[in-house]
């Protein structure tokens, strides 16, 4: 199985200041056919389900603010939320569907500082 | 729009089958793979499995021997069976939507496992 780990466990960023979130995964999830990372990002607020914010790494879902961006290749991946905001409160996942079984970080509670 | 909506009982007796179904509205369960995920209280994520419409299923080995995922094209519904459960598989059970990365999920159902 692909190992997924983010760092930190939890971050307090103060509103309108950047917060970063790393995802380390134990194999390269970069598909040499299409040059694609097979990794997503999800955000979980509080007594929701998690909702997908980015795919193939650095592409924003639609409807997603701007203002969430995604880098990375092979194995190191980030997420980047530029200008946070109250109502980004949440829980944020990595996830890898470059194979079997599919794998998710243990999570990022982001908080206002 | 596309929805999706997990039911089925809340609380399951350990050693029992766990049995879940999702329905789907907006979209035809034949044009996309549907899987199930779980995460346990205050825990993270867990992919468990999925199915293709044709049938066709891939599962978390973790839990392969005990999983089974089902698809109703006339009810346009998804169905999970998870046996010989413990107090380990309680949690909040999701169904979602995916090609690749999963884009639409439910609200969750919390299943509590205990006598």
């Known amino acids: 199985d692909i190992v997924m780990t983010q ?61 969430f961006s995604g880098s990375g290749s092979g194995t190191d991946f980030t997420l980047t939320i530029s200008s946070l905001q109250a109502e980004d409160v949440a829980v944020y996942y990595c996830q890898q569907y470059y194979s079997s079984p599919w794998t998710f970080g243990q999570g990022t509670k982001v908080e206002i500082k | 729009q596309v929805q999706l ?13 766990l049995s879940l179904t999702c329905t789907v509205s907006g979209v035809s369960i034949t044009t996309y793979y549907w899987s199930w995920i779980r995460q346990s209280p205050g825990k993270g994520l867990e992919w468990i499995g999925y199915i293709y419409y044709t049938g066709s299923t891939d599962y978390n080995p973790s839990l392969n021997s005990r999983v089974t995922i089902s698809a109703d094209m006339s009810k346009n519904q998804i169905s999970l069976k998870l046996s010989s459960v413990t107090a380990a598989d309680t949690a909040v059970y999701y169904c979602a939507r995916h090609g690749s990365y999963l884009d639409y999920w439910g609200q969750g159902t919390l299943v509590t496992v205990s006598s």
């Open chain 1, 7 to 67: 760092s930190p466990d939890s971050l307090a960023v103060s509103l309108g200041e950047r917060a970063t979130i790393n995802c380390k995964s134990s194999q390269r999830v970069l598909t040499s056919s299409n040059n694609q990372n097979y990794l997503a990002w999800y955000q979980q607020k509080p007594g929701q389900s998690p909702s997908l914010l980015i795919y193939r790494a650095s592409t924003r879902e639609s409807g997603v603010p701007d203002r």
């Open chain 2, 5 to 17: 909506q997990e039911s089925g009982p809340g609380l399951v007796k350990p050693s029992e089958t």
